[in-house]
């Protein structure tokens, strides 16, 4: 079945810096999205991207969609305590099909 | 702003016995999912349901899982005989006419 695999695992930044996580997945997606979990909540929706190539921010959010629809990153700049939790990439091969779901990507930030 | 909403928040059962977790999507959604989450680990899905029949399942959703969509508003899903290994948070989902699928706070359920 389909793999995705994120890195890194998990990251402990200084408030203020900048994130950077990756995604890469064993086959092609043509939905990619980034979910935020805080601890005891359910996944939140911070990015869907639905063309290869395409770079798409929300606020201090920027992630864009590979060219080779395998892969993803998410940026996040100028970081703030609120932005801990662990963020999960997850493709989707046609609408309305399953979302698959990456291992996630666990954020700290230092205050 | 719309949301989907699930209860219990926290079921505690003891092995064998049967559990229903409820989920009430977003009004106007026609696609209904199930995943769950085993503490620390990825969010999985189970079931997809549409037009009122499952639309896909995944090999976690063996016979001893159903869902339900008995009135216009709620949405079930029913664990006939628990084990411990279904201790996780299950999540219910719904989707519109789009891709974008809006995720409810979970049921976390712990099984003895």
């Known amino acids: 079945g389909q793999q995705l695999n994120q890195s890194p695992q998990s990251m402990f930044i200084q408030e203020g810096e900048d994130v950077s996580m990756n995604c890469t997945s064993s086959s092609i997606f043509n939905t990619w999205l980034w979910y935020k979990q805080d601890p005891g909540e359910g996944p939140v929706l911070l990015i869907a991207?639905?063309?290869?190539?395409e770079l798409t921010s929300n606020g201090r959010l920027t992630a864009q969609f590979g060219i080779t629809r395998k892969d993803s990153f998410l940026n996040i700049s100028a970081s703030i305590p609120s932005d801990v939790g662990i963020y999960f990439c997850?493709?989707?091969?046609?609408?309305?099909?399953?979302?698959?779901f990456g291992p996630g990507t666990s954020l700290s930030v230092i205050p | 702003e719309p949301e989907v909403t699930q209860t219990p928040s926290h079921q505690v059962t003891q092995m064998g016995q049967e559990v229903i977790l409820r989920c009430v999507p977003i009004?106007?959604?026609?696609?209904f999912y199930w995943y769950r989450q085993i503490l620390g680990q990825k969010v999985e899905f189970l079931v997809s349901?549409?037009?009122?029949?499952?639309?896909?399942k995944s090999e976690i959703f063996d016979d001893q899982f159903s869902v339900e969509r008995p009135d216009g508003s709620n949405f079930t899903l029913k664990i006939r005989s628990t084990k411990l290994e279904d201790s996780a948070m299950y999540f219910c989902?719904?989707?519109?006419?789009?891709?974008?699928?809006?995720f409810g706070p979970g049921t976390r359920l712990t099984v003895l």
């Open positions: 997850a493709g989707q091969e046609t609408s309305y099909d399953k979302v698959i």
């Open positions: 989902a719904s989707s519109a006419n789009s891709d974008t699928q809006y």
């Open positions: 991207l639905y063309k290869a190539g």
């Open positions: 009004s106007n959604h026609l696609y």
């Open positions: 349901f549409y037009n009122n029949e499952i639309s896909e």
